[in-house]
């Protein structure tokens, strides 16, 4: 895995005293990414060095970047329309936004937010070295490299999200006091065991089938009947297709797609996203869109492979 060192010409070591002040002071408002460990981590990290007087929001993408909230430290997130003083993110699609921030650091060589963080961290704080195998594991996961217990951690996680979010902060203390260094173990924290055992004992069917999907170029995932914190399940099927695109209905009404896309895939799930006014990695990507524009995906993925629509 990649260390300061490996990234040659990025100066990172100018944040160093910067985020250190920061740190000190009095009271501090974080908010972090809440579905997905990038998140998590990053929060966990700050969490470590700054334990009292920290205020911790987690939102989401499609929550948070129209919102007129303004926070200290903005993580793996877009920025909020009301501004933050430091954003530290490894998004290249929010790099339009950074006109709503005093202090920006955003990375996108960097595999994970978490990494950017930790490197900054370091050159002040030498004790969060314990957590480097924490960092790799989060790194290989936002990287894409998901497996089915990862998986079920990210639904886990999600299902929290959407229903009790202030648990997420008991996840960033089992992050914390036992730092996992496999998938496995992140479906062994004790914070959430009953969310896994749940998500397998209900939904093991539907992860058979997600498995047992024959593959081939294309496959959009209608998603009707089951709830949107399953998607990551759902996802195990790209391993199989070039690209893969899941739909869930939001309370809004509004669709949210979540696309995957292999490297031999002739586009990626970046483009696909970003042209539908959405964003994130090249190879794992999002947007939000009204149920309209069905057709418009539909015809986009189509113009570079051949296509499945399964509904769930």
């Not at 990414?33 to 929001?57: K, M, Q, Y």
């Not at 899941?246 to 895939?265: F, I, K, Q, V, W």
Request: proline share 6%; charged share 25%.
């Amino acid at each position: 895995m990649p260390h300061f060192k490996d990234f040659k010409g990025d100066p990172l070591r100018q944040y160093v005293g910067m985020l250190e002040d920061l740190m000190k002071e009095e009271r501090l408002s974080i908010c972090s990414h809440g579905e997905d460990l990038d998140g998590l981590t990053s929060a966990s990290l700050v969490i470590a060095v700054r334990p009292e007087g920290l205020e911790v929001h987690f939102s989401a993408p499609y929550e948070i970047k129209n919102l007129w909230d303004s926070y200290d430290l903005v993580l793996d997130l877009p920025p909020p329309r009301g501004g933050a003083r430091v954003l530290i993110d490894h998004h290249a699609s929010n790099i339009s936004l950074l006109d709503r921030v005093r202090t920006p650091i955003l990375r996108p060589e960097y595999p994970s937010t978490a990494r950017v963080l930790y490197e900054i961290l370091r050159g002040w704080e030498p004790g969060v070295g314990r957590y480097s195998e924490l960092i790799d594991l989060t790194d290989a996961t936002d990287s894409g490299k998901m497996d089915l217990e990862s998986s079920l951690f990210t639904s886990a996680i999600r299902k929290l999200f959407k229903e009790r979010k202030r648990k997420l902060l008991e996840v960033c203390g089992d992050l914390l006091r036992s730092p996992p260094i496999s998938s496995k173990d992140l479906i062994e924290l004790p914070s959430l065991r009953s969310e896994v055992s749940f998500l397998t004992r209900e939904y093991g069917d539907l992860i058979e089938r997600v498995l047992s999907l024959s593959g081939g170029e294309a496959l959009l995932l209608n998603v009707r009947n089951y709830p949107s914190y399953l998607v990551p399940l759902m996802q195990l099927a790209s391993q199989g297709y070039k690209l893969l695109g899941t739909l869930t209905r939001g309370s809004d009404g509004l669709l949210r797609l979540s696309l995957r896309s292999r490297p031999d895939s002739p586009i990626t799930a970046l483009q696909i996203a970003e042209a539908l006014g959405g964003g994130g990695h090249e190879h794992a990507a999002g947007a939000l869109v009204s149920p309209s524009t069905m057709p418009e995906i539909v015809e986009k993925i189509r113009r570079f492979l051949s296509l499945s629509v399964v509904d769930l």
